[in-house]
Structure formats: C-alpha cells, structure tokens
C-alpha cells in the first residue's frame, strides 16, 4: 500500500515541478541576471504540491524543524529538512511517507550533499521513518558534475535506506530526470 502511495506522490512531486514558472526557477534580482535560490523554489514546489496533496491521504510541511521532536531529535539531532509528506502528530507505522531535501544546482553539491543525506539517512532509518528520501537538484548540471553528485549520494548513502530518489530539474516546464538509489 505504501508503495503505491509513495508512487502517487512521485507523480504529484513531478507535475509540481514541471508547472513551476520561471520566477521561481530563476529569481529575478533588480540591476542583475536572475540567479538560483533554493528557498524560493522549495516555498513554491510547496505550494504546486500542496494543491495537489489531497489525492493522497498525507500532508506536506515545509522545513519541519525536528528540534524537541521526542523521537527524531534523539536520534538524528535537530534536523531541519525542506520539506515532509506525513501525518503530522504521529509517528505510526505508515504516518511518514517522504522527506525531501532541495538544492540549486549553483550551491554546494559537496558539503551540502552530505548534509542533506545524513538528514535523508536518519529520518528513513528510524523506527517508523519514512518511507522513501528524494533530494532535488534543479537548475542546468553538466554531465561532470552530475556524475561526481551521483558518486558524493552513493558514497553517503546509508546501506539501510532503501528508497532513495534524485530528481534533476535542469529547466523550467521540463520533466525532471529520475535517479533511483
């Protein structure tokens, strides 16, 4: 059942990203070219999938912080990811479905990276975790440094996640590219 749900959520999470407008994508700067900014596509990939949640029975937050979270926080430390699909206010068996971390293709694929999957790596280990982890990476990669994200999230990737999913989101109204782990 979970499967299947999380598949439904997968779709609803790429036709989020294939309507996010390019304002949201690029962010206008006054005098300058667009640039990148992670918390503003997060806060409008928020707002596409919330529109769309309800075909599912889950809901989404954005930068949950996990500090004083009576299980989470002793287990994985204050974490902050940008984005959940659960149930809020419990920690049942199927009431987490998605953690979801964002990051501009000009940030840090680095650091950044082992960050986001040490996040990614707890919250679906933990007992009653969640189901599947997805990080997004939007704006243009070059094949170079695609090759050196995927090789930074197989090296940092916990042998016990099971579900782990890359979306690259090179352009505005494209598809993103779907990476399973």
Do not use: W
Not at 71 to 99: F, Q, T
Not at 119 to 125: F, Y
Not at 146 to 173: A, D, F, P
Request: proline share 5%; aromatic share 6%.
């Amino acid at each position: 059942m979970k499967k299947e749900i999380f598949s439904q959520f997968l779709q609803i999470l790429v036709d989020s990203i294939m309507n996010l407008e390019e304002q949201y994508f690029n962010f206008p700067i006054a005098e300058s070219n667009p640039i990148k900014r992670e918390r503003i596509y997060c806060n409008e990939l928020y707002h596409l999938i919330r529109n769309r949640i309800h075909q599912i029975p889950y809901s989404i937050n954005s930068e949950p912080n996990k500090k004083r979270h009576p299980i989470i926080e002793k287990i994985c430390g204050p974490v902050d990811p940008d984005l959940v699909i659960h149930r809020p206010g419990s920690m049942d068996k199927n009431d987490n479905l998605a953690v979801i971390e964002i990051k501009s293709s000009a940030g840090d694929l680095t650091n950044g990276i082992k960050k986001d999957m040490q996040t990614i790596n707890c919250m679906t280990t933990i007992e009653n975790g969640y189901y599947g982890g997805i990080l997004i990476v939007f704006g243009n990669i070059s094949d170079l440094r695609k090759k050196n994200l995927i090789e930074r999230i197989e090296v940092n990737k916990s042998s016990e996640t099971e579900r782990l999913i890359l979306l690259i989101h090179n352009q505005v109204g494209c598809e993103p590219e779907i990476i399973e782990f």
